[in-house]
């Protein structure tokens, strides 16, 4: 079983009396009388990250990840607590230091405080993060309209690509795998969006799972489905040099996760606001689909117009 | 190096701008402004519960210890969040099931509401439970004055001979056995006194990792010492029976931890008020000792009046 599927099937009895918890439903909790709102996420070494070689690598990402599921609604991280699970092989005092200086780097980035955690001794690395922001509002899940135009922001597929380079399942010259590795451990935050958002946005989420998957979430409890456009899919000019150089297929790459990109839909007369909000920010906002009724099937058209089966949904952690 | 330790020297550096924090020195964050108490613990099988034969018994042993830190500093716990790492042998649905029911009663006991949290596949079990409360105020570490009596709610010690039982290293008949494994999944926690601590507490902490070791966190950063008398500690009358049937001494019980009693310290005159409170309440609140200065070293006082040398002073999760 899958874990947004355990949840669901047992949990989601035990939150039905409380209102703030959108009955587990969303990736972030959200009580509004207190305006707060709370992301736990768990990450498992090999599972979320391939080694601990580099930990002040593993610890961006991880940080970035959590606080990524509060971005993408709207609300600024402001708190997070680290729960570690290592022994001293994980935890010496030189992965600690780099640790540490990791820490303080994010912090800077994002404007987020350390405020406790626990530490504990187990030969399975493994770390829960906590994030806490404040607001009064947030975007939500399940609430696309029907004809709300898809963005995504950033570039799709560069994570992906990393990771395969760090799997070895991918060879290409030093600069450009340096390239990849660094999004797949650094994923761009759409930060400076975070607020914006309230300014277009029906619906969002981060893309951690895949892009299929995560718009599938997006979208799950709605009589609604989607088209979506592989030529309109955003990708950097490093991954389009590699998809040509090794023949390989541009479908293969977005819809693998670990992008941390922002999903959201928005009504199509909000396409001038959101194209003068990406400029004003510098951030790359790309019109990817659109949300459309049931009565047609979910459709993934290629660059060449035809359809796309929709079999490789994204991943669920078990690559 | 053990867990605090771990986090006091590396990570409260990235905590010291953030006022709110406690610099990580307490167990819990306290944002005043924000009304917001919040305490994230990890636990680990093999160390923090020594296996997962009785899940039902498992998670109420963790949803307590974890709300146990917001009920000690005077505040209600209403919201927690459940990150779990297992497998399906540990996943099982008649597993989630006991999980489920045992998760509603705690709910209906506290008062508490599941929020959120994750599920990852690890072949290591694992629980990390945040916490949630709102206060304008909490009984703060660090904060015990001169002359101050020295005050733990409830029995202490029974959970650590129900750790004994479960493990087989201690035999006694099957109710007595049965009390002891209780008292060790289902700690009693002084939860109506909440509130009321506020009334007389200078300074509390719950007893988790043992009497000794809590009461020297307790007073971690003052110039101050301690004074404990064995004969007023107070054990229940099946630990005085089976410490009497097995020639057991009562010190080897008593400052074990996993008590998840209130350790709590109060002004001499604010006697008469702990004693009303607790008749009111029912709860059993005894003096077992007096906050000194550091002219006098800590001593420990058996029931004969002799000091006992203070080696042992709790455990550190790796029984």
Tied chains: 1, 2.
């Excluded at 587990?24 to 070689?53: A, C, E, M």
């Excluded at 409890?221 to 991954?239: G, R, V």
């Excluded at 004003?280 to 993934?300: P, R, V």
Aim: charged content about 30%; some cysteine.
């Amino acid at each position: 079983m899958h874990e947004f599927q355990i949840i669901k099937k047992y949990f989601s009895k035990l939150s039905k009396n409380n209102k703030s918890s959108l009955n587990l439903n969303d990736d972030v909790f959200f009580d509004k009388s207190k305006r707060l709102v709370v992301s736990v996420d768990t990450y498992v070494l090999g599972i979320h990250f391939i080694d601990f070689k580099n930990p002040e690598l593993v610890i961006k990402k991880i940080v970035r990840s959590s606080i990524s599921d509060l971005i993408c609604k709207g609300v600024e991280p402001k708190y997070y607590f680290i729960s570690g699970s290592g022994n001293n092989q994980y935890f010496s005092k030189s992965k600690l230091d780099k640790i540490t200086k990791s820490l303080k780097e994010e912090q800077k980035k994002y404007g987020i405080f350390l405020c406790g955690g626990d530490t504990v001794l187990s030969n399975k690395l493994s770390f829960t993060i906590t994030s806490i922001g404040f607001s009064k509002k947030i975007i939500f899940r399940n609430n696309a309209r029907l004809g709300d135009d898809i963005y995504v922001t950033g570039n799709l597929g560069d994570s992906y690509a990393g990771l395969k380079i760090l799997q070895k399942k991918i060879h290409t010259h030093k600069k450009l795998e340096n390239y990849f590795k660094i999004k797949y451990y650094q994923p761009d935050l759409s930060f400076r969006l975070t607020k914006k958002l309230f300014n277009f946005a029906n619906s969002s989420i981060d893309i951690s799972d895949g892009l299929i998957t995560d718009l599938e979430k997006l979208i799950n409890k709605q009589k609604l489905s989607y088209l979506l456009n592989l030529k309109d899919i955003p990708i950097s000019k490093n991954l389009k040099k590699l998809l040509l150089s090794k023949k390989l297929n541009k479908i293969d790459f977005v819809s693998k996760g670990d992008d941390y990109q922002i999903l959201f839909t928005a009504n199509t007369f909000k396409h001038r606001i959101i194209d003068k909000t990406a400029k004003s920010l510098g951030i790359k906002i790309s019109k990817i689909g659109k949300i459309c009724s049931t009565i047609e099937k979910s459709q993934f058209i290629d660059e060449k117009g035809k359809k796309i089966a929709i079999k490789d949904k994204g991943y669920y952690h078990n690559f």
